[in-house]
């Protein structure tokens, strides 16, 4: 890599990385995993640099590399290789709405992973379904079947439990 265009990646991966890293965490529910992610992603970013460059909406194509990377993940066999049962440390505290977005998050979790990152990308990042049919390289349908799916399993696994600003029959 040239240290002009090494340059713009040290730039861009400096100031894309705490979106890309509150991408990963919604989509993996823990902060290693996240952390993995978006390593392996600006990772593979690097090496293709200079096609990623070429692309019409760079964000787009990056959270589109995130997303697959976080797809393909469980094929790989050492993504099944777990040492702790949960994470050696406890979680951070945090008082405002902690309990509410803890069990969403819990139950989003049970989610499949594909109707996991659906729900993410449509409800956490507004994107459209266009967006999102682009992102995951599938149809309009597909992506619409996937919300209503992963709407209809968080509904059942939340119950009927109302949440601060989250009403699970929305």
């Known amino acids: 890599m040239r240290d002009a265009s090494e340059k713009e990646y040290v730039d861009y991966v400096t100031a894309r990385i705490p979106a890309l890293r ?3 965490y919604l989509l993996a529910g823990d902060e290693h995993r996240a952390d993995d992610l ?8 690097y090496v293709k640099w200079w096609r990623a460059q070429a692309a019409d909406h760079l ?4 959270r589109t590399m995130l997303v697959r990377t976080y797809l393909d993940g469980r ?5 099944r290789v777990r040492l702790f049962r949960e994470a050696p440390e406890p979680p951070p ?20 992973r594909r109707q996991q990152a659906v729900l993410v990308l449509r ?4 994107l459209s379904v266009e967006e ?13 079947s996937q919300t209503s799916r992963g709407l209809a399993t968080l509904r059942r696994l939340l119950g009927e439990r109302e949440f601060a600003g989250f009403s699970a029959t929305n």
């Open 123 to 126: 409800f956490f990042y507004d």
């Open 38 to 45: 978006v390593q392996q992603t600006i990772t593979t970013l």
């Open 132 to 144: 999102v049919a682009g992102t995951l390289g599938c149809s309009t349908g597909t992506v619409k």
């Open 59 to 62: 964000d787009a194509y990056v």
């Open 75 to 79: 094929r790989l066999a050492w993504a």
């Open 22 to 24: 509150r991408l990963a």
């Open 93 to 112: 505290l945090s008082d405002d709405g902690f309990e509410d977005r803890h069990v969403v998050r819990a139950a989003l979790r049970r989610v499949p």
